[in-house]
């Protein structure tokens, strides 16, 4: 008798927390891959045939930005934070967090003034180069995923730094010890050894990536587009829910294939240290 | 030849001196031990040597070689590490073989050099195991290996036995002296255990607080003690404050102008004996009298604690014999096994 009020209690305890949870979050989902099979009274594939139909080059294009930003963010992260795993330069802690505070939107046009084919780089460069005209990125995949790795890098190098900084420093100077240099150090020990964290911001940048919607409306081109942009599209000018649905479920899929790999991964790395 | 010389190194962290003035030579094939309570700065000694501490003073040269401003991985110095810090994601080859890989040695050279070491410290059939799956003396091994193979002029190891349980720890002690001297490599060994450094260092430094106290063979350090700290720090000892009239009466000559003395005794080597045994001792020997006050049974032992009549003090010493509550005793102490500081 106890134990079941007991159990009723820690019931009642997590309740509001379920409430939000499934008012917020789960009702939504269930709702909206439920409206990504329905066409009118009609239940069918119909919203994903026109999806895949009319965006499949979209939706391509949006995994591959996603993944090119994700790798050039990595790669930034992790030469910022091996620098500052390795020296202590407070100019650069500061610098990198910046663009933490910076709304998407002022970036966005940050980087549309930026990019323009007489912005800021353009005039620089032709500058420099000594030369008439240069094609302006702002409104090319180039331009999108300098703007997204500007954004993600802050957060992903949160994660990393995290890690690096709190691996145990002897790892790291044994390998000094034995004549690695810094390089070496970064590629031989720190990654592998912060490979999980390495993961973690990898998944949250590919997630950010593929669902920003504000970067690729005002950085983008205008063809090919993000499948959120698309997603807005439908939904603003044809009114077509079930269609801008089946493109968040295809999102959720592919989103959830990093997800799965990931939860392997996590899984072989507790078990792996056994034979 | 000397292979490490530090001229007067210095470091401050704040008000804190962690190195005042240290000055230590180590010939080829010397093992020089560097002892100290916790805080005395025999691992920031250590650490400068290897490069991992900015100095504020002084200098640093291996074999002639001025390195004081030279990066950890340019000084050929190869140290070990108190946890061993071994690589997880590698396996014992691999953490082995790294710092050849770093230094672009041939595949073949690299692999006749790690299996010549591994099978040197008998731990050739553990190659393909990761750290993980290996017993805490194996692991202490590889980290050997791992310093080692590079062949450094210098080998620097930080408390190497501190992780191993008390059984292991003194048949390794033997090991690692003999295997070290099969290398004939210059060593500078830290540890606060000064029975460990007794035993197996062919010189000893003594630290307090950033100062090297005295430096000589393990039985010079014993025996001839230059202050109160060494020997105190050195051996197992019971030191007594006292008035210089009584210790005068004792037959020890004073030195002069003292207003109060310590007097260092020897434990592990003063004798208990029953208050009426005939005693034979030389003028230079030391007689107390005094009564059990407290028994420790310890097994093959037991632990008295004596209140010494002359000294006004007590003192705790082990004896086989067994003796009883409030039984009156006498404590030979041999001259050498005592030291009378101001």
Redesign the interface.
């Known amino acids: 008798m106890k134990r079941r009020r007991e159990l009723f209690v820690g019931f009642l305890l997590i309740l509001p927390a379920l409430i939000v949870l499934g008012a917020l979050y789960v009702y939504p989902l269930i709702l909206s891959v439920y409206t990504s099979f329905t066409v009118g009274e009609k239940y069918g594939l119909a919203n994903y045939a026109k999806a895949f139909d009319i965006y499949w080059r979209d939706i391509v294009y949006s995994v591959l930005i996603s993944f090119v930003t994700t790798v050039v963010t990595l790669f930034a992260s992790v030469v910022v934070s091996g620098y500052l795993r390795f020296r202590n330069w407070k100019f650069l802690e500061l610098m990198y967090k910046l663009p933490l505070f910076i709304p998407f939107l002022i970036v966005g046009h940050a980087m549309r003034v930026f990019l323009a084919p007489h912005g800021t780089l353009n005039n620089l460069l032709t500058r420099i180069l000594r030369i008439e005209e240069l094609p302006g990125l702002s409104r090319s995949w180039i331009g999108l995923v300098w703007a997204f790795v500007w954004i993600m890098t802050p957060y992903a190098t949160l994660i990393v730094l995290g890690a690096f900084r709190s691996l145990?420093s002897?790892?790291i100077?044994?390998?000094?010890?034995?004549?690695?240099?810094k390089w070496?150090i970064i590629i031989?020990?720190l990654i592998?050894?912060c490979r999980p964290s390495i993961m973690v911001a990898f998944i949250l940048t590919f997630v950010r990536t593929i669902s920003s919607l504000t970067i690729p409306i005002m950085v983008g081109p205008a063809s090919p587009n993000m499948i959120t942009v698309n997603m807005m599209f439908r939904v603003n000018y044809f009114n077509d829910w079930g269609t801008a649905n089946a493109l968040g479920v295809i999102s959720y899929l592919i989103v959830m294939v990093f997800a799965i790999y990931y939860l392997k991964f996590m899984a072989a790395e507790r078990g792996g240290?056994k034979? | 030849m000397v292979v490490l010389k530090t001229e007067g190194l210095k470091k401050y962290y704040g008000d804190v001196k962690a190195l005042d003035d240290v000055s230590v030579e180590i010939e080829e094939g010397e093992l020089l031990a560097v002892i100290g309570p916790s805080g005395s700065g025999k691992t920031t000694l250590l650490r400068s040597v290897?490069?991992?501490v900015q100095l504020d003073g002084g200098k640093i040269y291996i074999r002639g070689r001025d390195v004081t401003d030279l990066?950890?991985?340019?000084r050929?110095?190869?140290?070990f590490?108190?946890?061993y810090?071994?690589?997880?994601?590698m396996t014992v080859f691999e953490n082995v073989a790294?710092?050849l890989k770093?230094?672009k040695l041939s595949k073949e050279k690299i692999r006749e050099k790690v299996e010549w070491v591994l099978n040197f410290l008998d731990i050739g059939h553990l190659a393909n195991r990761?750290p993980?799956?290996l017993s805490g003396g194996q692991q202490q091994r590889v980290a050997l290996a791992?310093?080692i193979v590079?062949e450094p002029d210098l080998l620097l190891l930080d408390e190497p036995l501190s992780n191993l349980d008390a059984k292991i720890r003194m048949r390794i002690r033997f090991e690692l002296r003999s295997m070290l001297k099969k290398l004939n490599i210059a060593t500078l060994y830290v540890t606060h255990d000064q029975e460990e450094a007794l035993s197996i260092a062919d010189r000893i430094a003594v630290m307090s607080n950033g100062k090297i106290l005295q430096v000589g063979e393990p039985r010079e350090i014993y025996r001839k003690p230059v202050n109160l700290f060494v020997a105190d720090f050195v051996g197992v000892n019971c030191v007594v404050r006292a008035r210089p009239e009584a210790v005068r009466k004792l037959g020890i000559a004073v030195p002069e102008g003292a207003e109060e003395l310590s007097l260092v005794i020897r434990a592990e080597e003063a004798v208990l004996s029953r208050y009426n045994a005939s005693i034979e001792k030389t003028p230079h020997d030391l007689l107390l009298n005094g009564v059990i006050v407290g028994r420790l049974y310890l097994g093959a032992k037991t632990r008295y604690e004596v209140k010494l009549q002359e000294l006004d003090d007590n003192i705790f010493i082990n004896s086989e014999e067994d003796f009883q509550l409030n039984e009156p005793v006498q404590v030979l102490v041999k001259e050498g096994s005592y030291f009378l500081y101001a």
């Open positions: 145990d002897a790892y100077e044994a390998a000094q010890n034995v004549g690695a240099s070496k031989d020990v592998p050894m240290i034979a | 290897a490069g991992f990066p950890p991985e340019k050929n110095v190869a140290m590490f108190q946890n810090a071994l690589w997880p994601h790294y710092g770093v230094r990761k993980s799956q791992r310093a590079v």
